[in-house]
Structure formats: structure tokens, C-alpha cells
């Protein structure tokens, strides 16, 4: 009886020493918690925004003060810094139009895509209707073209309908391109909603208008967020699209800059300033819709 005693107040012991130990993974967040961590995360971040603040105090200095030292010299010589090269970007038409082009390219490419792909994503996910699995397929399928292989024939297709270097052909290139994407995320999220409460709705009267607009809308806030964040990120520092099917003579603002350098080539002083302000759009979208963002990446891990 002592022996089974022992052992039993053995196994005991050896059970409370496996509960008193904490999961690795546990104790790696403890640990990344600390302030080793804290200031490791900081460094990584001040080495991340080195470019960007290296572009705007590069754009605060004259191009004589450029040519002859780094940036890092503002430090040193604080009164160097002038706002004169944002006054002639200012006065540049051309540079100053191509910010104007391409607020008019990703504003409409951006509500395009987020509501034509959360009307489709409600109805791949809620909506009976013949063959939705096979098109729901073929619109995942779609997200596996590059967008170099539609080049030519999208190119010759404008140009048969006389949309080619236009902004309506940017606009309808960029959304076809971002709806896959955006169907195929919308419609995840949308199918983790509650069947429940969809159908209490519809015991109420709603319509599948009613339903889509009162109960999945304000659900789906933060996934369409981060959608429309990935959507103006990309059609903005859009480079290649706007190259070939942009209006020459209105460009945006990516293609503005690289004319810039092809054709001054040390244009610095309308070149630094002119990168910045494009950068700087982008940025503020970001951290103006950061919560939902966040909200929107963490919600399918929640779920």
C-alpha cells in the first residue's frame, strides 16, 4: 500500500511539475515582451524608415547642398534645410497634374473593386444560384495570372475600342485585376458570418438587398477596409499599367517622376520632393485605416 502511495504521490508530483511548466510558445511571447525585444523591434523599425526620412530631408536641401554631401549632414547643419524645391514642385504643371491623374485612376479603381467585389462576395457565399462553385473556381483561378501575360492582348483589345491611353482603360485594367483577389477575400469572410443571424433577418422581412446592406456591410467593415487599403496601395505606386495604357500627355505621377529622370536626369530638386508626396498619399491612407486593417488581417485568425 506504501509503494502505491509512492507512486501515486509520484505521479502526482510529476503531473503538478508538467502543469507548473509553462507552453513554449508561451514563453516565447513572455520573452519577446521584454525590453531586449522592445528595443530590437525599435532599431528594425528606425532602419525601415531610414529611406523614406533619408527622401524627405534630401528634398529639404538645395541640389548644390545635395551634390556635395549625404543627408544625414542636416543633422550637423539644420539651417540648410529650405522649402524652395516644394515651391517649384509646386509651379511644375506637370508633376503637380500627375498627382491629380492619379487620384483620378485609384479613387474610382479602389470603389470599383471593393463594390462590385463585395456584392460578388455575398453572393458566392449566400446566394444559391446554378454553377456558383465552378465560377466561384474560376474566379480563384483568375489569381494565378500574371498581369505581364494580358499586356498585349488587353493593349490590343483598347486600342480596337479606343480606350487605350486613356484613364478609363487604367481604371478598368486595375479593377479587373483586383477583383479576383477581392472576390475571393470577401467571400471568406463573408461566409464565416453567422447563419443564424442571417436567417433571423430574413424571418424579419429582409430582402437579400436589406440583408446585404444592413447585416454583412457592417460586418464585413474590417475585411473591406483592408481590402480597399491593398487595392489603393497598389494602383497608386502603379508603375507598369500606367506606363503602357496611360494618356502620354496626362501620366501619373509614378510615370511623371520617370520622365523626370529621362529627361533631366539630375533633376534632384523637383525629383526628391515630387517621390516624397507620392509616398506620403499612400502613408496616410495607411495609418488613417490602420485599426481596420489590423481588424480586417486578425479577423480570420480570430475565426
Not at 9 to 37: D, E, F, K, N, Y
Not at 175 to 189: D, E, I, K, Q
Not at 212 to 238: E, H, K, Y
Request: charged share 15%; net charge positive.
Amino acid at each position: 500500500m506504501t509503494t502505491v502511495d509512492g507512486v501515486v504521490r509520484a505521479g502526482h508530483s510529476g503531473t503538478g511539475a508538467v502543469r507548473g511548466r509553462r507552453p513554449l510558445a508561451a514563453r516565447l511571447v513572455a520573452r519577446a515582451g521584454g525590453g531586449a525585444m522592445r528595443v530590437f523591434l525599435v532599431l528594425v523599425a528606425l532602419f525601415w524608415l531610414m529611406p523614406s526620412v533619408g527622401l524627405l530631408l534630401s528634398s529639404l536641401r538645395s541640389p548644390q547642398r545635395i551634390a556635395e554631401s549625404g543627408w544625414w549632414q542636416v543633422f550637423r547643419e539644420p539651417a540648410q534645410i529650405t522649402w524652395d524645391n516644394y515651391s517649384q514642385l509646386l509651379s511644375n504643371d506637370k508633376v503637380m497634374g500627375s498627382l491629380l491623374t492619379t487620384a483620378a485612376i485609384t479613387v474610382p479603381a479602389t470603389v470599383l473593386v471593393v463594390v462590385i467585389g463585395s456584392l460578388a462576395g455575398y453572393a458566392f457565399a449566400w446566394m444559391d444560384f446554378p454553377g456558383r462553385d465552378g465560377w466561384f473556381l474560376a474566379v480563384v483561378g483568375l489569381l494565378v495570372v500574371p498581369v505581364q501575360v494580358a499586356l498585349i492582348p488587353v493593349a490590343k483589345l483598347f486600342g480596337a475600342v479606343g480606350l487605350f491611353e486613356t484613364t478609363a482603360g487604367v481604371i478598368l485594367f486595375h479593377t479587373a485585376f483586383g477583383l479576383p483577389f477581392a472576390v475571393f477575400l470577401l467571400r471568406n469572410f463573408f461566409a464565416e458570418i453567422p447563419r443564424e443571424l442571417l436567417e433571423a433577418a430574413r424571418l424579419d422581412g429582409a430582402g437579400e438587398l436589406r440583408l446585404f446592406t444592413r447585416v454583412v456591410l457592417p460586418l464585413g467593415g474590417p475585411a473591406i477596409a483592408s481590402l480597399a487599403i491593398f487595392q489603393f496601395l497598389w494602383v497608386w505606386n502603379d508603375m507598369l499599367i500606367a506606363l503602357i495604357f496611360a494618356d502620354s500627355g496626362h501620366p501619373p505621377v509614378t510615370v511623371a517622376l520617370q520622365q523626370e529622370v529621362r529627361q533631366f536626369g539630375n533633376n534632384i530638386d523637383v525629383l526628391a520632393p515630387g517621390a516624397f508626396l507620392s509616398m506620403v498619399v499612400p502613408l496616410i491612407v495607411f495609418f488613417a485605416f490602420q485599426r481596420q486593417f489590423v481588424s480586417g488581417v486578425m479577423a480570420g485568425a480570430v475565426k
